[in-house]
C-alpha cells in the first residue's frame, strides 16, 4: 500500500509547508516533527508542491490476480414492476466497458415474482441476467438485499458493479462493498475501464467545485455508483438476447431484524428528471404571481416547470422540483432557465442537458459559462415578448 | 436507551476554487463548521432523548480541531462527546473512515441507536452510515424521515422512497440516516454553552481501539486512491446574444422553431 512519507530536513520555511494542505491535515508535533494528521485526504497537493519534503511511496500491491474477476455487473432496481431506467442506462455503459476488456455484460435482480420484469432485460443488450426470486426480497430490506448480492458476488466474482443511484442503492452498495472490504465510488458522473481492468471513476466532490479522478487498483469487485440521467441507456431491441439464469439462496441466509409494516404511495408527480423539456424559473422572479408567465411558455413548449433553491426556500414552489445538487439532477433534450445566476450547485444538476438557452440580465451571470445560447436580457421583456411570438407562429402554421 | 450520533466537521464553504495549471486547491482561511446534515441527526437524538429519557453521545472522527464540532453537540444537548483521531487514520477513503468509526463506537460502549446525517457536503457519498451499520452487523435504514415509535427493543421509522414511503420495525440495536424532513434542528443554548464549557472531550486513538491492524486503517485501509483532482470542465461552445429584448424574444423564438420545439 501507499504512504506519504515527510523528509524532515528539507523542511525550509514551516508556516508555508503548511499552508499548502487545503484540509489542514499538515501540523508539527510537540516535538518539531511534521505529520499527516487525519484530516489528510491523501489529494498529494503537498507533494506536487514540495516534491523535496513529501514522497508518495508506493509499497508492492498484494498480489491478487485480476483475471479471477471477470464480468460488468449491473443491479436492476425496481420498484412495483416498474424497471427503474438507471439500470438501462448502466446496461448501456457498461457494455460498452465489457467489449473493451472482452468481458460479459451480467445483470443481477432480485425480488418476489420478478419473471416478467427480468424478461424485460434481455432486450438491453445483456449477456447473461441472475434472478433471485424469493417471497423473503418482496419488499426492500437491507439484510437479505445484502445477503443476496453477496452471494451472487462469491459465485460470479464480476470485476465491477454498477448500481443506479437511487435511494436503494445507495444503501445497498456500501453495505455490500464494505461487506468485500472493497472500494465504492459513489455518483460517478464519467467511467471508462483500463487494459487491465481498473475502473476510471470521475465524480464531483465539494458540491461539485472540483472532480476526483479515482482508482480501485488492488481491490475487486469495483463498485461505483452513477445517478439517473448521466449516461444514455440504449435502444431496446425486440429480439430478447441473452441467457436468464435464476439462483437460488437458502433461507435462513435471508432472515431480517426489520419488518416491513406498510408501503404508502406518495401522490403521483410526474418528475422533473423525466421531462424532455424543462423551463426553470429563477431568482430573478419578483414575486409569486410572476411564476404565471413562466409556467405559461412552458405551457406553449408541453415543458415542465423546475426551480432553483430560493424559489424553494420562499415556500414558492415544491421541494421536488429543485435541481441541483441539493435538489435532482436533470438531462433534458432542452433547458430554458430563466433568470437564474446559475451557482456551482445548480450547473451541477443539469449542466449534462442536450441543449441549455439562459436568459439572465447580468452579461456575466455564472449560468453563460455553461449555456449553449446566452441570452442577455431581462426576462419581463423576453419572455412575454416569446410567448406572444411563438403563439403568433403556431396560428400562422 | 443509548443512543451515539455520529458528526464530522467541514469545510465552511463549498466555494473553492482550483488552480488549472497546479491542480492546487485554491482555499483562502480555512473556515470550518459542523455538517449541516448532522445538525437533524442530533437534533433527532435530543428529541429521543426529550422523551425517553435516553444518553446521547456524539462521536467525530477528524483532527484534533474537529472538538469543536463536539462542543456546538453539547451546546444542543448532547451528553457525551468522543474524538477519534490519529495520524494512522489519515488519508482515509469511506471504507477506512467507517471502519475507523465502527471501531471507535464500539470502544465508547454500549450503543442501541445509532443516528447519522444523509451525507456531508464535502464529500457528498452518503456512505459512511451503512458502512458502519456493515461493520457493527446490525440492521440500517436510509434516508428516514420520520421516527413514529421507540421503546427498549424496537424502533418504527419511515424511509423516504422515490415514489413511496416504506414503514418499517428494525429491532435494536440499529443504523438510522436521517433526512433533513425529520426535524427542524434548534439553535445552540447559551445556557448549555455555560453549562458545558469545562465538560471533557475524550480521546480515543488507535492504540485504543480493539483492531489494531494498521493495514485497515487511514490510506493502507483505503481501497480507492484518488489518482488527481481537476476543476469541472467548462462548456466551450456558447453563443451570447444581446441587445433589444423584442428582438431577442424573436430570434429566441426562430431558434426555438428550428429546433423544431415550436
Known amino acids: 500500500m501507499a504512504k506519504i512519507i515527510v523528509h524532515q530536513n528539507k523542511i525550509e520555511d514551516r508556516e508555508a509547508v503548511i499552508k499548502v494542505c487545503p484540509f489542514n491535515a499538515l501540523e508539527f508535533e510537540a516535538n518539531d516533527e511534521l505529520i499527516l494528521n487525519a484530516a489528510c485526504k491523501m489529494c498529494k497537493i503537498c507533494i506536487r508542491r514540495f516534491p523535496e519534503i513529501f514522497e508518495w511511496v508506493e509499497d508492492v500491491a498484494p498480489s491478487f490476480n485480476k483475471d479471477e474477476w471477470k464480468g460488468v455487473t449491473v443491479y436492476i432496481d425496481h420498484i412495483e414492476g416498474d424497471i427503474h431506467p438507471v439500470s438501462f442506462e448502466l446496461i448501456g455503459k457498461a457494455r460498452k466497458m465489457a467489449d473493451k476488456i472482452g468481458h460479459p455484460v451480467q445483470c443481477l435482480i432480485m425480488g418476489n415474482n420478478i419473471s416478467d420484469i427480468a424478461e424485460q432485460v434481455l432486450h438491453y443488450g445483456a449477456d447473461e441476467v441472475f434472478v433471485y426470486d424469493k417471497p423473503q426480497l418482496h419488499d426492500f430490506r437491507i439484510e437479505p438485499y445484502a445477503a443476496v448480492f453477496e452471494d451472487y458476488i462469491n459465485k460470479n466474482k464480476p470485476s465491477i458493479v454498477l448500481v443506479g443511484g437511487t435511494t436503494v442503492g445507495r444503501s445497498l452498495a456500501p453495505r455490500v462493498a464494505a461487506r468485500f472490504r472493497t472500494g465504492l465510488t459513489a455518483d460517478c458522473t464519467k467511467l471508462d475501464v483500463q487494459e487491465n481492468t481498473d475502473l476510471d471513476q470521475i465524480r464531483p466532490a465539494y458540491g461539485g467545485n472540483i472532480m476526483a479522478h479515482i482508482h480501485t487498483p488492488n481491490h475487486r469487485p469495483q463498485f461505483a455508483t452513477v445517478r439517473y440521467k448521466i449516461f444514455d441507456a440504449p435502444i431496446r431491441t425486440d429480439q430478447a438476447t441473452g441467457k436468464l439464469t435464476l439462483c437460488d439462496i437458502a433461507d435462513d441466509k435471508l432472515e431480517s431484524k426489520i419488518t416491513v409494516i406498510e408501503v404508502k404511495k406518495k401522490e403521483k408527480v410526474k418528475s422533473i428528471e423525466d421531462a424532455d423539456i424543462i423551463v426553470v424559473a429563477g431568482r430573478a422572479l419578483k414575486k409569486e404571481e410572476d411564476l404565471k408567465m413562466v409556467y405559461d411558455l412552458a405551457d406553449e413548449l408541453g415543458a415542465m416547470v423546475a426551480t432553483t433553491r430560493p424559489l424553494i426556500e420562499a415556500g414558492w414552489m415544491d421541494a421536488r422540483l429543485q435541481i441541483g445538487l441539493s435538489g435532482r439532477t436533470v438531462k433534458p433534450k432542452l433547458i430554458i432557465t430563466c433568470g437564474v445566476s446559475g451557482a456551482i450547485q445548480f450547473v451541477a444538476g443539469m449542466n449534462n442537458s442536450d441543449m441549455i438557452i439562459s436568459i439572465n440580465e447580468d452579461p456575466k451571470a455564472q449560468i453563460f459559462d455553461v449555456a449553449h445560447y446566452a441570452i442577455v436580457g431581462d426576462i419581463y421583456e423576453i419572455i412575454p415578448g416569446l410567448i406572444e411570438q411563438i403563439k403568433k407562429m403556431k396560428k400562422s402554421q | ?262
Request: aromatic residues 4%; negative net charge.
Open chain 2, 1 to 262: 436507551m443509548k443512543i451515539t450520533v455520529c458528526i464530522k466537521q467541514v469545510p465552511g464553504t463549498a466555494e473553492v476554487d482550483i488552480d488549472e495549471k497546479t491542480g492546487v486547491l485554491k482555499r483562502d482561511g480555512i473556515d470550518s463548521k459542523m455538517n449541516p446534515y448532522d445538525l437533524y441527526a442530533i437534533e433527532t437524538a435530543v428529541r429521543l432523548k426529550e422523551d425517553n429519557n435516553a444518553d446521547v453521545s456524539v462521536i467525530t472522527m477528524g483532527p484534533p480541531q474537529a472538538e469543536a464540532v463536539i462542543k456546538e453537540a453539547y451546546m444542543m444537548g448532547a451528553d457525551k462527546g468522543c474524538l477519534l483521531t490519529d495520524r494512522k487514520f489519515a488519508g482515509a477513503d469511506v471504507l477506512a473512515t467507517a471502519y475507523a468509526l465502527s471501531q471507535g463506537i464500539t470502544r465508547m460502549g454500549q450503543y442501541d441507536l445509532i443516528i447519522c446525517g444523509k451525507m456531508t457536503t464535502d464529500g457528498d457519498t452518503a456512505q459512511v452510515g451503512p458502512e458502519i451499520a456493515e461493520y457493527l452487523n446490525i440492521p440500517h435504514v436510509a434516508n428516514v424521515r420520520k421516527i413514529h415509535k421507540i421503546d427498549n427493543e424496537s424502533v418504527i421509522v419511515e424511509m423516504n422512497m422515490a415514489e413511496s414511503v416504506e414503514i418499517q420495525k428494525v429491532l435494536l440495536p440499529c443504523l438510522i440516516t436521517v433526512e433533513k424532513d425529520i426535524c427542524q434542528p434548534r439553535l445552540p443554548s447559551f445556557k448549555l454553552k455555560m453549562k458545558t464549557a469545562d465538560r471533557p472531550i475524550p480521546r480515543i486513538t488507535f492504540n485504543d481501539l480493539e483492531d489494531k491492524n494498521v493495514m485497515h486503517y487511514g490510506l493502507n485501509g483505503s481501497p480507492t486512491q484518488v489518482l488527481k483532482i481537476f476543476p469541472p470542465p467548462a462548456n466551450t461552445t456558447n453563443e451570447k446574444w444581446e441587445g433589444d429584448s423584442e428582438e431577442l424574444s424573436n430570434k429566441l423564438a426562430d431558434k426555438l422553431h428550428e429546433l423544431k420545439y415550436v
